[in-house]
């Protein structure tokens, strides 16, 4: 039997949702709440980053996902696995660092700049090294900064959002957190704070699709995703928690959003 991170509600038929984020900090919950009393359904989450997640859709093991990795996802759907790719709404990445700044990437114009900072000061960086959008947004930074990012100061933590965040806190390294996850544990951070933000570059899209033959639920799931009163749960999630919106709404992040 698949063991699932959680469950939500005890409808009749079963919805299993991958995604990583949406799902650590309450948002996938909330929606399930509202999603579950209109459709006697139960949401059953599985906590995994973007490429572990269509990993999962691709072997049958989930029905829909909620990703941030666009060129995987449209592999999917070219390849026939995946259909009803849809845009659901986005946040953006900070890059995030001790306060006295080793690198000096307060200073810098873009974010492969400030990559380029960390990199010539061999300033400790973490990379969550696994295949999660985040890491794939990391590289191609890099990548566009001319950098193959190596040595004991380039770190792979291997391990979600919330858990890297904090181990550069503690140990004063820096780290490319989406502003989400920041927002919500930011009072628990001793030592870091918000370096570099801004860039285009950095804007986070969020998808949802699901595989070409799922249940008609996860379509159902899909559409509502979608829905006007979906996306007025997107762009204001966290004000009355954490005193900020940690989401935008999909009309926010169309531009960004890659067909």
Known sequence: ???????????????????????ELGLLKKLSE???SL????????????????????????DVTMTHSPLLEKTLIKQGIAKKRTLIGS???????????PAGIKTAKTATEAYSKIAKANALFYTRSDGSGTHIKELDIWQKAN????????VQNRDFMVATLKRADDTNGYFMSDSSTYY????????????????KILVNVYATMCRID?????EKFIDFLADKKSQEIFKTYGRDIFGIELYNDAEYAREFFIK
């Open 39 to 62: 459709n006697n359904s139960k949401i059953c989450w599985i906590k995994a980053g973007s490429s572990d997640g269509l990993e999962l859709l691709k072997g049958n093991k989930v």
């Open 1 to 23: 039997m698949q063991k699932y991170t959680e469950i939500y509600g005890d409808g009749a038929e079963i919805l299993r949702v991958a995604t990583g984020s949406p799902g």
């Open 184 to 199: 919500t544990i930011k009072n628990e951070l001793k030592n870091s704070e918000i370096l570099f933000s801004g860039d």
């Open 214 to 218: 799922a249940p008609k639920i996860a």
């Open 91 to 101: 946040n953006e990445f900070f890059i995030i660092g001790p306060k006295d700044d």
């Open 147 to 154: 950098i193959k990012p190596s040595g004991s100061w380039y």
């Open 34 to 36: 509202v999603f579950n």
